[in-house]
């Protein structure tokens, strides 16, 4: 059972304890059909998700919301950052739609783009 803090990362169904501008979370697409799913839970509004890839991949990230409706597909070769509005639990899911490779995600609540 994970504790509910400022920030709380859920990958590959482990519990990682992360705080804004902490470690990035990581993981490895070893498959077109392989989906890496993340929640991310905050009373911080707007944080941004930065994505890095393998130049391999065609990453693409899809968020839901608390209630799991689709609130947006993301093509990541069309920018890397992801802005996260209002408090709140989303799932994020991450998936290649052509290649395979790894991938790292970092939290922000500042918009260095």
């Known amino acids: 059972m994970c504790l509910k803090a400022p920030l709380l990362l859920l990958a590959a169904s482990t519990c990682l304890w992360a705080y804004i501008d902490a470690e990035p979370t990581t993981g490895q697409i070893k498959s077109e059909t392989q989906v890496d799913e993340i929640a991310v839970e905050t009373d911080e509004s707007p944080i941004y ?65």
């Open 49 to 113: 998700a930065v994505f890095y890839w393998d130049e391999e991949m065609e990453l693409r990230v899809r968020v839901l919301g608390q209630t799991g409706n689709q609130l947006g597909e993301f093509d990541l070769r069309n920018g890397n950052m992801i802005t996260l509005n209002g408090a709140g639990r989303f799932i994020l899911d991450v998936f290649s739609e052509n290649g395979t490779g790894n991938w790292e995600m970092e939290l922000s609540n500042r918009n260095d783009e």
